[in-house]
């Protein structure tokens, strides 16, 4: 049974995807597999109460959907090309899809432990994505080698450990460390009440109030970040920032942080 956030997170992608009825299909096609529904939830058992880490599950790879379909279309709304775009072997539809599966999966392998879930990420996700595009694209042996290709690019690059060097895997990059807001540390605060090593990350989070994804003044992607207290600084310098350095759209990104009813602070 999904949850009240699931849905309510499902529904924002679809609407945001209302005019791209092929994204439109695979989402649907996604959200209604009962496998990888059960692959999410059990990742996120995995982090949150043997591992004692934040959300990693089904909520969280939807918001970072959400968020790499907002850095998409503020690209394309830019006149900027994705890397598939730009080398002319599929459209941004394709670059579309690409982090759409990359941004469902990327996190899959927390269901086997912390280190190396990239990895495992893409062993688990590889049969889904290839029942998904021959869903999509039955009859396009070409659009399903190369998306799936960027997607494996993207789950595997997502922690920063890897050199990547597309801008759809930037983008996944970028998409994972904007979700951090107090919400991903809710339930792993609540349940895990004694102090232990990494908690930081958890108390970091849980000062981040509000994270905006817009179109910027100075680039094309403006990411604003409301706090409640400095701890949330660690976060964004030794997270989102980390993450950004790595991506191949840091180009593109403008980024300001700071406490609520105080002045932002620019980094990029």
Sequence with gaps: MKSVKEVSTENKIQDRLKNNPVCLKLVNYLFADDELQEMQDYAN?????????NDHGPVHMRQVVGNAIKML???HDS???????????????DSMCAVILAGLMHDLGMAIGRQGHEEMSVLLAQPIIDRALMHVFPNDLHRRVIIKSVAVEAIIGHMS????HSIEAGIILVADGCDMTKGRA???L???????????HKYSANAINRIGIHHGERKPIKI???MSGDVGFFQIEEVLLTKIDSSPAKQYIELYAGVA????KCYL
């Design 73 to 75: 279309n503020i690209l």
């Design 45 to 53: 058992n995995v982090s949150i109460k043997r591992l004692g880490f």
């Design 224 to 226: 604003d970040i409301e």
């Design 190 to 200: 609540a349940i895990n009440s004694a102090p232990r090593v990494g908690d930081i």
């Design 79 to 93: 006149g900027i090309k994705t890397s598939l775009e730009e080398e002319q072997v599929g459209t941004f539809e």
């Design 161 to 164: 450990s890897r050199k990547i």
């Design 186 to 188: 809710r339930i792993p």
């Design 261 to 264: 009813g105080q002045d932002r």
